[in-house]
Nanobody
Framework: VQLVESGGGLVQAGGSLRLSCAASGTIFSRNVMGWYRQAPGKQRELVALIVSAGITNYADSVKGRFTISRDNAKNAVYLQMNSLKPEDTAVYFC??????????????WGQGTQVTVSS
């Protein structure tokens, strides 16, 4: 399984960014897709999840500001981030959980994309 993130960068507080994650090697439509983040000196934490049927779950800290979506036809998951705050600064990782072409279950991670929010 390969997950490739894109869309990170530097933005001012109050701004927006859209992260994308392209997946390959996985039976995408049957995977739970998620975005996690890790700030310096902190543990990796869940930001948002989306299951194949489109049901979503968000960390309290991002509810109302971030939106996760997926396009099963393109094997892609997105994270629209609005009203960004300096505390959103972190490396954002794409994650997939579920069947791949070679295993019944894989828990896979992308390499991460840096999001920096300036005050």
């Amino acid at each position: 399984v390969q997950l490739v993130e894109s869309g990170g960068g530097l933005v001012q507080a109050g701004g927006s960014l859209r992260l994308s994650c392209a997946a390959s090697g996985t039976i995408f439509s049957r995977n739970v897709m998620g975005w996690y983040r890790q700030a310096p000196g902190k543990q990796r934490e869940l930001v948002a999840l989306i299951v194949s049927a489109g049901i979503t779950n968000y960390a309290d800290s991002v509810k109302g500001r971030f939106t996760i979506s997926r396009d099963n036809a393109k094997n892609a998951v997105y994270l629209q981030m609005n009203s960004l705050k300096p505390e959103d600064t972190a490396v954002y990782f794409c994650n997939s959980k579920g069947p791949s072409f070679v295993r019944d279950y894989e828990d896979s991670w992308g390499q991460g994309t840096q999001v920096t929010v300036s005050s």
